[in-house]
């Protein structure tokens, strides 16, 4: 008897307030199939609880819609500019309640480790990272606008490598990896 190979679905999040860049795939055995991808943009000058709500709605309806059994999001990255990682940190945050309120369980992965799981090399270029993503899913042409592109190698990673090499998505250097070994103390 042949066991028919169990697919996947995952939804992969590059967050930003600016713009959230979204892939969906669905991976059977070894075979990718691209669900939908694309970018959630909210406008500068839009008062900022506006724009995460509006990140949060579409969020919502992806989900309801394509019914994901995962999420795979990029880690934050405390840089330079500590306003930028705010509000990215604030849009991440309007996606992961949705994930939480679909009980869509959520990994995470630093850019580093999207880049080794796509090319193999953990400091690719970008443009190394799109490539490999659109030879990987047998795409004609490279997936745009970047933050999409950056989506898909996120749902890949997460299909390739599984929930092992990832940790679930975590509140940064609190708990997890970094911290705590039991998340849930002293919470309800």
Do not use: C
Not at 39 to 65: H, M, S, Y
Not at 126 to 136: A, H, R, Y
């Amino acid at each position: 008897m042949v066991k028919e190979p169990v697919r996947k679905r995952i939804i992969g999040i590059d967050p930003g307030y600016a713009i959230t860049g979204y892939g969906i795939v669905d991976k059977t055995g070894s075979r990718f199939e691209v669900i939908d991808y694309g970018v959630i943009e909210t406008k500068a000058g839009v008062d900022f609880p506006l724009r995460l709500l509006a990140i949060n709605d579409k969020i919502r309806f992806l989900i309801e819609q394509y019914k994901p059994d995962l999420m795979s999001i990029e880690e934050l990255f405390m840089g330079h500019n500590h306003t930028t990682v705010i509000g990215t940190a604030q849009a991440r945050g309007a996606v992961l309640v949705e994930a939480a309120r679909a009980g869509v369980e959520v990994y995470e992965f630093t850019p580093g480790q999207v880049k080794l799981a796509i090319t193999g090399y953990g400091k690719a270029e970008k443009k190394q990272v799109q490539l490999m993503t659109k030879n990987i899913l047998g795409l004609k042409e490279l997936p745009k606008p970047d933050d999409a592109a950056d989506a898909l190698a996120l749902a890949i990673t997460l299909a390739n490598t599984g929930t092992a090499f990832s940790g679930k998505a975590v509140s940064g250097y609190q708990y997890g990896r970094y911290g705590y070994s039991n998340r849930n103390e002293g919470f309800v």
